[in-house]
């Protein structure tokens, strides 16, 4: 008998209890011992709450409990959780997480804490989809040369809606804080945040990358359009909001931005609230993992595989986790600015004769080439609307040429810039 | 210091050598130990290979060496390789194998022979796809309620070019003879005997099935047509050879077949040589797995990823495995005929009065409903082709009505049916 505590019976809480029972039989049979859910902590005892377990609000009646094996950690945020796992493993406890916020900033130091006891993370990625078990066992003969993911349904249901439907970035937005895909405030998830946590989780398995939120590039969604929409599909690309990690010689790039992506594209088919995750290995090619990446059952079955799989083998795999032993090459982690990629930009000029020809010139005088190029009428008679897409260029080229053209006095507002990934 | 044999050093064999070798480091830090290959054995030592490893003809030299800790099977075939496999685990060796004809034939008799000792065959299923894990590990807090394929990349191949080029069936089957994609004797292949293989190998983790593949129903894509993809374009579907296992009540179907599917579905966007599986679980939903499901660094990428975990976890996991010790259900094979399906029919008739209509009435007393109908004119004018598809209907009495057509004389050559798989 293993017995489970919960720290944080919310949605997701609830469902871990509830499979484990529904599901007993099946799930005794394979981890070759019955787990029980024994106690769950919650922030107040009021709320009427859908589960059969005994609850307390103090974390301590379960990292405490000499009879629990094993502590799930659900509440959310950073540092309180960082407190509570910490004591839980110094009490011996394994630990399962879902808490992306807490591992994006303490997955070494947890580790390192943890020494040889196992946590478990499947959650705390893309839900449902066993993509740290990927990383972790099924391409471990690789070197991963590239990580692309739609890690965030809310962003890709905003994306896919105003791609399928026309509606306005506004307008969806508020049907998605309706419909409970998006907080009151979104920003931690249409400003890239979520994503970029998730990434960092990726990019640690992978190269042993040790960096915080902070250090990487993180744009959100929030200056799409329709008008960039349009232009995509125009030219046979879709609109994503990518998290991607590449290695190029010792160099880690890390970030999270959205994309121009090529219809043809198994990623770019990855629609609605799903997200989808492509992976290249420098053996097996690319690989590409797609399911729910959010909902209460669905995050549980991740959390509820990861105990299994404690119960099952007893041990975690560190090596391949948050211990970075394999870093021979001395990787690093690539400075912003050193993306090299395609570009889209948009901006609004006054529709006067030389316009143009002052843009051409900066973005030649900068080396960038221009790819597409539209111009189309806005409903202001005086204002036109610039589109236009590059050949690969610098980063650091790009924003200093987007710099010199926000300071002619002929453009209006700041120039959007929309990164091109061709592959 | 981990010893590995390989019998067979195919193709798959070298490049298992060649990335345990070139990979060497990166793989030693993810297993612990290092890995290496002391011995392969071939058929023929006169023959070139691309490896640096010493040969031998006899398996003996690998299933007896007292230094070899892992014994990697990639020599194919079903018998000789049972016989070996069993050498091997008497002799207390772990076993990775790459050989899903052996797996769809004794996969039960060689998991007691093993009792704990590991078998890998992640490789066995999908080349570089970690589907085996996946369903072992990733989903295992699941009951699987359906696992539909493509698991075949000569066949999705063939009707890729089929549907996006407009050539025949016999043409393009040549072209993938000259690129290797398809055999002299393609039966295997084009048969749907390839697929049904991994699937009773994925059907045994999900529900611990034990069947061979003359148990179930097994069709090929032979007689698929340009009419036919013409007809699936024309009402938004795709043609897949599909694998697919389904669990109703406790019945389990099993079959493989070319299938109609619904363009907008994530799997009818798997293309070209590439494999997709898509699995259901009641708690996680839908999640797909995509990428290469053959090549030598792709498989090998799998095999190698069954070396890492043994070498750091040491077990198998047979409980999710072949022992099928969880069948509380008591789950059966569903009879072959128990198929409710939409279905395409297409038929070549005498273009006479009243030909429609007897085919009609045939179909109406068998109580199948039509729902599209087209009637085409051919080459030979006496000669039309009768196109349809139907509302969701018995497999029996869709055969029996099929009987019956075919009896009419104004009825040419054998209708041809095709299954519409709508989720």
Redesign the interface.
């Known amino acids: 008998m293993i017995n489970v505590g919960i720290i944080g019976v919310g949605t997701v809480g609830s469902?871990v209890a509830n499979?484990l029972k529904e599901?007993r039989?099946?799930?005794t049979?394979?981890?070759?011992k019955e787990i029980r859910v024994t106690k769950g902590v919650v922030s107040s005892l009021n709320k009427k709450r859908d589960v059969d377990i005994p609850l307390s609000t103090n974390p301590d009646d379960v990292v405490n409990d000499p009879n629990i094996d094993i502590v799930v950690e659900l509440m959310g945020g950073v540092e309180k959780p960082y407190e509570i796992v910490t004591k839980a493993l110094k009490n011996g406890k394994a630990v399962v997480t879902a808490n992306k916020a807490l591992l994006a900033y303490h997955r070494y130091d947890l580790q390192q804490i943890a020494g040889d006891l196992p946590i478990g993370y499947?959650a705390s990625v893309a839900g449902?989809?066993?993509i740290i078990?990927?990383l972790k066992?099924?391409?471990?003969?690789?070197?991963i040369t590239q990580i692309k993911g739609i890690m965030n349904g809310t962003c890709n249901y905003m994306l896919t809606k105003m791609s399928d439907e026309g509606v306005a970035y506004e307008a969806i937005l508020k049907e998605a804080q309706e419909l409970g895909y998006a907080e009151a405030d979104p920003t931690f998830d249409v400003g890239g945040y979520d994503a970029a946590h998730k990434l960092l989780i990726l990019a640690s398995i992978a190269y042993g990358i040790d960096a915080k939120p902070e250090d990487i590039l993180i744009e959100g969604i929030e200056k799409i359009t329709q008008e960039d929409i349009l232009f995509a599909k125009e030219f046979g690309y879709v609109i994503k909001l990518l998290a991607i990690t590449k290695k190029i010689g010792s160099d880690i790039s890390l970030r999270v931005h959205p994309a121009l992506v090529k219809k043809s594209q198994?990623i770019a088919?990855?629609d609605g609230v799903m997200n989808g995750i492509s992976v290249v290995?420098?053996?097996?090619?690319?690989?590409?993992?797609?399911?729910?990446g959010a909902?209460g059952?669905?995050t549980?079955?991740?959390?509820?595989?990861d105990i299994?799989?404690i119960v099952?083998?007893g041990?975690s795999?560190p090596?391949?986790g948050f211990k970075k032993?394999?870093n021979?090459e001395n990787l690093r982690l690539a400075p912003k600015d050193s993306i090299e990629s395609e570009y889209y930009l948009r901006m609004q000029v006054l529709d006067k004769p030389g316009v143009l020809a002052k843009i051409a010139t900066i973005l030649g005088e900068n080396a960038i080439s221009i790819d597409i190029f539209l111009q189309r009428p806005t409903n202001d008679k005086e204002v036109a609307t610039l589109l236009c897409s590059t050949h690969k260029s610098q980063e650091r080229d790009i924003k200093k040429a987007i710099g010199e053209i926000e300071k002619l006095e002929v453009v209006r507002d700041s120039v959007v810039m929309v990164r091109i990934e061709e592959s």
């Open positions: 469902s499979i599901n039989e099946l799930i049979a394979r981890a070759g499947e449902g989809i066993p078990n990927a066992v099924g391409l471990s003969a690789n070197q198994m088919k990855v290995g420098d053996r097996v090619g690319e690989t590409l993992y797609y399911g729910p909902g059952d669905a549980a079955s991740a959390v509820i595989s299994i799989e099952r083998v041990k795999s090596m391949l032993p394999f021979s």
